[in-house]
């Protein structure tokens, strides 16, 4: 088959080099300059910055990434990190690693949740390295879905009871539901694994979000956009190709077959097999697809980011137990600069910075309403808007690592605009879409029998391991599959 990936985002990539290495003839087209969407290294400067995912997960054995590796034959260049997170709330002081030891010395009631926690993750993370064909779409996904299930007893059968409750419902069954200092960690941790707090996240999403720092954390060497690259060059040894600034503008069909896209320089490419790496917002909006049922707002991610990107003297991290920190209020919305994500690039990751130097980002979620609002206002309103959330956000890293401020540059602030600019998401919405349910989710196919989607916008959504777990669940939608 001739196949015409459309993205060079980890979903696409991923589909796109087991497909190559299948033997099909694949060929990528990605509108930027640089493989990786969200989970692209830049430069700029003289550092690399991970442009969103910094936090290598699903490395760990019999992770998605891991058997990916496996199967491709790749050898990430990755190392556990001893502390997955440091969770910052007011006071309280969580190093998360794979013992779990902080969080049970700090909430000792909550070790009976953690132990169910731990046993449901494992059946997940055993499950979805199978390549779940969730959600089903005719008896043949019945059919493997059925056989999975019972190649999975008894494991799969304990999940049954967890298929429609929410991770809130469930924490309040441990007799969790008013320890309000427990609910603001669970919260924060599953708003940047979930893009909900528990009351919105189903109770299995939960269970997989929870089980990060306990599954362990990898940092990448050379920053996040190694892994694009390493996919890049699978798909080029198993006869594939990736061509970068091909913006794909045209779906070309004839009835509900898929023919070619075209791309925005003229070219235009035939295909026996679209795999589209796009929202289905952004697919809706293509020429040649007008009438894309795409459902309301309910499958999209309410949220985007505002992303802070600069660098910082090593003197003035010396406090930092981990690579990465989570700071979050004790109080109020989480979000808009109220919780922030901090990561730094590992000491000895020479390439990522000068000498004595560490490349820094921030990162908080951010509804893009205001921002677009902002950017027609003109560009004094949208700069103002940009140097208020760098100010709150820098000021919430101060209050943790006293004086930093007054030793770091001016940052590069991105903003939803931004993120729309640099992954043609419509809105600039980030992070796949709110996990809260099991059922209603969406799945690869759309109403043309040879396009199908991949990425964070489909089962089981965001996260590197996620979209590599969707580009597994769109290979078994294909035709030829
Ligand atoms: C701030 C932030 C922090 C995150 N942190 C983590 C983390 O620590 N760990 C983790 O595992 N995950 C993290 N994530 C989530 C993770 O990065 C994403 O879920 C994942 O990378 C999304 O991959 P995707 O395949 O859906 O595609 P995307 O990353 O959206 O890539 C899509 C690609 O398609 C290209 N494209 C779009 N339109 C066209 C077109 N018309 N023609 C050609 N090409 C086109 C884009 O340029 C892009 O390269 C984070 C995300 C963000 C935003």
């Given amino acids: 088959m001739h196949v015409v990936v459309v993205g060079a985002g980890i979903g ?34 003289g550092r690399l910055f991970d442009a969103g995912a910094t ?27 001893p502390v997955a997170w440091s969770y910052r709330c007011g006071d309280l002081e969580l190093d998360l ?7 049970l ?14 046993l449901i993750a494992r059946e997940l993370w055993r499950l979805s390295g199978e390549g779940l064909a969730w959600p089903p779409s005719g008896p043949r996904d019945w059919a493997k879905l059925l056989l999975t299930g019972i190649k999975a007893l008894p494991g799969s059968a304990r999940l049954l009871p967890y298929l429609n409750r929410s991770a809130l419902d469930w924490i309040a069954s441990f007799g969790l539901g008013s320890d309000r200092e427990f609910l603001r960690f669970i919260d924060a941790q599953l708003l940047i694994a979930t893009q909900a707090p528990a009351s919105g996240t189903s109770a299995l999403n939960a269970a997989i979000a929870l089980d990060l720092p306990a599954a362990g954390t990898f940092r990448v ?9 390493l996919l890049v060059r699978s798909i080029e040894e198993n006869g594939g190709g990736v061509l970068y600034g091909r913006k794909v503008e045209r779906v070309d069909t004839v009835g509900r077959e898929v ?64 690579n990465h920190l989570q700071i979050v209020r004790p109080a109020g919305e989480l979000g808009e600069g109220n919780s922030i994500f901090v990561s730094v690039s590992p000491a000895g990751d020479a390439g990522r910075a000068p000498a004595g130097r560490r490349a820094l980002t921030v990162s908080t979620h951010t509804r893009p309403g205001p921002w677009f609002e902002a950017r027609a206002g003109g560009k004094e309103a949208y700069l103002a808007m940009k140097r208020r959330y760098a100010d709150v956000m820098l000021g919430l890293l101060e209050t943790h690592l ?51 989607l991949v990425g964070d916008s489909i089962f089981p959504g965001q996260s590197l391991p996620g979209v590599v777990t969707g580009a597994r669940r769109t290979l078994l939608a294909c035709p030829g599959s």
């Fill in 221 to 229: 060497e050379g920053g996040m956009g190694t892994v694009a690259g």
């Fill in 402 to 452: 006293p004086g930093i401020r007054a030793r770091l540059p001016e940052p590069t602030v991105a903003t939803p605009v931004s993120w729309e600019r640099w992954t043609g998401r419509s809105r600039g919405l980030v992070g796949g879409y709110a996990q809260s349910s099991l059922f209603g989710v969406r799945g690869p196919d759309t109403p043309w029998r040879n396009l199908k």
């Fill in 105 to 118: 010395e700090r909430f000792p009631s909550s070790a009976p949740f953690w132990k169910a926690q731990r």
């Fill in 259 to 322: 023919v070619g896209v075209e791309t925005s320089d003229g070219g235009a490419f035939a295909a026996d097999l679209v795999v589209a790496n796009l929202t289905p917002r952004t697919l809706a909006a293509m020429e040649g697809l007008e009438g894309y049922p795409i459902s309301p707002d309910r499958l999209e991610s309410p949220w985007s980011a505002c992303t802070v990107y600069l660098d910082a003297p090593e003197g003035a991290l010396s406090a930092l137990r981990a």
């Fill in 97 to 103: 690693d794979r013992t779990g030891k902080a969080v």
């Fill in 55 to 81: 936090v290598g997960c699903g490395f760990h054995e019999g992770g998605p990434l891991e058997r990916l590796g496996r199967e491709l034959g790749i050898e990430w260049p990755v190392r556990p990190e």
């Fill in 12 to 45: 696409g990539l991923a589909a796109g080099a087991l497909l190559a290495r299948r033997g099909e003839s694949v060929l990528v087209l990605e509108a930027t300059g640089l493989p990786g969407g969200c989970a692209a290294t830049f430069s700029r400067g």
